[in-house]
């Protein structure tokens, strides 16, 4: 401790330090080794991330036969944009995933038989999706959250935020963090490998179904260090959340209830769109009808679903929407689109490892060109464990090619191999000397670091749209 810069309150060493405790940095943790020393962190408090938050559920491939069709909903609704390699690790490797999680005690409808259920969203040609009540988000995180509780080498620490990276020479050595709590304070966690599990940008809307707290730190960071960035002016509009005209989160109504049979309906009470059809189709029917109408929502209508189906499948929306004065059962509810996912975020290749050495990005925060231009529903919980497990396998690989490397070198005298020994024991001293000559001043207005980040990803993702503007129409001359 005493070779650290006086002005910061702490160091603390790690093997791998996680950012965000979401799905993906619980299902990273818990796919390390159990002799790496992991250092998670959260923004917030630990019940406080978007995966809590789902409601609808978690795709699987059903059975061989159902490949081609789940493959082309994604690629359909993700307007073809996909990358087809990393769809194809997805699909392949959802039962894998699936049997994981009921492992770890996850316990998802099934039917009379005992047999797994599944349900329907919009833009599947087939029911695929696996359920918990409407709160399967919750049931997996918690449990994940239980599990990683248990683990000795993992240390988690709440309301800590994320404000930069330790890196030289584009290679990642750990993070930059404040304390939210009074008095804050600013420390840094070194660590061999760094994973961004930090979520969507849900926190830049005035109305949107994410946390606020999420404000997509991990994107402003990645400028401020030239780190890749992907289509992060994709971003998903949902298009049924409950209207209010209070402050805060909105509240979803998922798109299984439509799935469902549930009806949108114009100021007439007449039905203007197929709900089923792909997300952003269906949002942009609504904003056009809500202007047709001159009204700040449409009505959706769970009439077509009998009283005991909501009351089992969607206790949760039931009660919520009875909270809020409207008894579904009975009438319709007012709904608007709001902002949901961010299909874009910082590029990643298949094993989900970012532009720069050492540094991994998973779950929302990241693109590997799953979704395309847009998500297909309940993708993204599979999407964000699925690439976790695998980052947690390169690392685990990279760890032991590096310890065999290391002690091949301690017994041989080629200068090849010299480097690389040199390479692996000159990370202490490069975080050293990182710590030593930093400017923590640069990190006091908490405030002014917010509205800075906020203003940095706005211009980022207008000057993305604008590229993608131009590309397409390229395109269309063509
Ligand atoms: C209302 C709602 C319903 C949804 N329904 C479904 C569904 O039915 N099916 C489906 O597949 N998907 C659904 N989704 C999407 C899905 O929940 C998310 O995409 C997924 O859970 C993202 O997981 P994650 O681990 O990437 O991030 P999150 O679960 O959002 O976790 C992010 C973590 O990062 C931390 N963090 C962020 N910034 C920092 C920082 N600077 N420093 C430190 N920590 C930081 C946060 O505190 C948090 O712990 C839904 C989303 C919402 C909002």
Known sequence: MKELNPNFNLNIQADVIIVGTGVSGLYAALNLPRNLKIVMISKSDLESSDSFLAQGGICVLKNDADYDSYFEDTMRAGHYENNKDSVDIMIRSSQDIIHDLIGYGVDFERDEHGALAFTREGAHSTPRILYHEDVTGKEITSHLLAHVKELPNVTILEQLTMLDILEEDNTCYGIVCRSNKEPSSILTISAEYTIWACGGIGGLYDHSTNFPHLTGDALAISLRHQIKLQNIDYIQIHPTTLYSNKPGRRFLI?????????????????????????????????????????????????????????????????????????????????????????????????????????????????????????????????????????????????????????????????????????????????????????????????????????????????????????????????
């Open 254 to 478: 998922s798109e299984s209830v439509r799935g469902e049979g549930a009806l949108l309906l114009n100021k007439n009470k007449e039905r203007f769109v197929d709900e089923l059809l792909p997300r952003d189709v269906v949002a942009n029917a609504i904003h056009k009808q809500m202007k047709e109408d001159n009204a700040p929502f449409v009505w959706l209508s769970f009439a077509p679903i009998p009283k005991e189906d909501i009351i089992h499948h969607f206790p949760n929306i039931y009660k919520h929407c009875l909270e809020e004065g409207y008894d579904v059962t009975k009438e319709p509810i007012p709904v608007v689109p709001a902002q949901h996912y961010f299909m874009g975020g910082v590029d990643v290749n298949r094993y989900s490892q970012t532009s720069m050495e050492c540094l991994y990005a998973v779950g929302e925060t990241s693109c590997n060109g799953v979704h395309g231009k847009n998500r297909l529903a309940s993708n993204s919980l599979l999407e964000s464990l699925v690439f976790a497990k695998r980052a947690a396998k390169d690392i685990v690989k990279k760890i032991t090619n590096n310890s065999e490397q290391y002690s091949l070198l301690m017994n041989c005298n080629s200068s090849e191999n010299a480097i690389d020994c040199m390479k692996a024991t000159s990370s202490k001293a490069v975080v050293k000397k990182l710590i030593q000559a930093m400017d923590i001043s640069q990190y006091e207005n908490y405030e002014q670091w917010n509205v800075t980040n906020k203003t940095m990803i706005r211009n980022e993702i207008e000057r993305m749209r604008k590229e993608h503007e131009q590309h397409n129409k390229k395109i269309e001359c063509r």
